[in-house]
Nanobody
Framework: VQLQASGGGSLQARGSLRLSCAASGRTFSDYGMGWFRETPGKEREFVSAISRNSWTGSRTSYADSVKGRFFISRDNAKNTVYLQMNSLKPEDTAVYYC????????????????????WGQGTEVTVSS
């Protein structure tokens, strides 16, 4: 599967931004999706994840640092996963990456880089104070 992230930009603190990640190559609904972010000198860190759709709906997970401010969603008809980012802070400044995984949601939330099989290129978000 190929992933294409977009929607990054520069804005002031307390603003909102929505990132998109478009997938192509296989049935999008078969993939669990995630967002990570990376800043210079730091490890790429987990932001949010959403499971494959099931008859019970989708499961989601968020890093503590974004809980209540960021919201992940998916539109399988558009082969796209979104990350709505609200109340942005300067510490949210990073390059954001989307990722896809082929395995289902296990006992633990998929918060590690090696939980994912495919990665897109990053989209940069800069938040100024």
């Amino acid at each position: 599967v190929q992933l294409q992230a977009s929607g990054g930009g520069s804005l002031q603190a307390r603003g909102s931004l929505r990132l998109s990640c478009a997938a192509s190559g296989r049935t999008f609904s078969d993939y669990g999706m995630g967002w990570f972010r990376e800043t210079p000198g730091k490890e790429r860190e987990f932001v949010s994840a959403i499971s494959r759709n099931s008859w019970t709906g989708s499961r989601t997970s968020y890093a503590d640092s974004v809980k209540g401010r960021f919201f992940i969603s998916r539109d399988n008809a558009k082969n796209t996963v979104y990350l709505q980012m609200n109340s942005l802070k300067p510490e949210d400044t990073a390059v954001y990456y989307c990722a896809a995984r082929t395995t289902g949601w296990g006992i633990s939330d998929p918060v590690e880089r090696n939980d994912y099989d495919y990665w897109g290129q990053g989209t940069e978000v800069t938040v100024s104070s």
